[in-house]
């Protein structure tokens, strides 16, 4: 399975993008989807996850800010980005793992917050 993401830019203070990961594959049966990203110097670090349940999960720096989402019928998976703040500046990864823990990564996208 490849993975393609999308929609990152350059983005003023409090602006609204959102990223999307598409896979190549039928991700109906995967485990859970994820993003995390990695800034300049910084170790790549979990955004936010969704499970195959549904459930989700957000680091708490994006919590009320940033919403998961998945839509199977498409293999994708979005990241709803409001209210950007500088330090979201980063490169935008997505990870997606089967059911036996396999993973496949997403080649980054770059999301700079800036006026």
């Known amino acids: 399975v490849q993975l393609q993401a999308s929609g990152g830019g350059s983005v003023q203070p409090g602006g609204s993008p959102r990223l999307s990961c598409a896979a190549s594959?039928?991700?109906?049966?995967?485990?859970?989807e994820a993003w995390y990203r990695q800034a300049p110097g910084s170790r790549r670090a979990l955004v936010a996850r969704?499970?195959?349940?549904?459930?989700?999960y957000y680091t708490s720096s994006v919590r009320g800010r940033f919403t998961i989402s998945r839509d199977n019928s498409r293999n994708t998976v979005y990241l709803q980005m409001n209210d950007l703040r500088s330090e979201d500046t980063a490169t935008y990864f997505c990870?997606?793992?089967?059911?036996?823990?396999?993973?496949?990564w997403g080649q980054g996208t770059q999301v700079t917050v800036s006026s």
């Open positions: 990870k997606m793992e089967t059911s036996d823990s396999t993973p496949f």
């Open positions: 969704i499970g195959s349940d549904g459930s989700k």
């Open positions: 594959g039928d991700i109906s049966t995967f485990s859970n």
